[in-house]
């Protein structure tokens, strides 16, 4: 898989674990990693759009 699937990947599972309420500590992925922002601003996307 290329670096933009996995971008792409992550940021669904962030946008996932934000629509299921998980904690957002609960990121697969290292604190260096671009997928880990990848994953957090799926995450807050999908936050923001649950509490509208």
Known sequence: MGTREN???AVQ????AGRNGDDARTCPYPG???LRT???KGYA???RTAEQ
């Open 7 to 9: 971008i792409v990947k």
């Open 13 to 16: 599972q962030g946008a996932e």
């Open 32 to 34: 260096d990693s671009l």
């Open 38 to 40: 990848a994953w957090i």
């Open 45 to 47: 996307g999908a936050r």
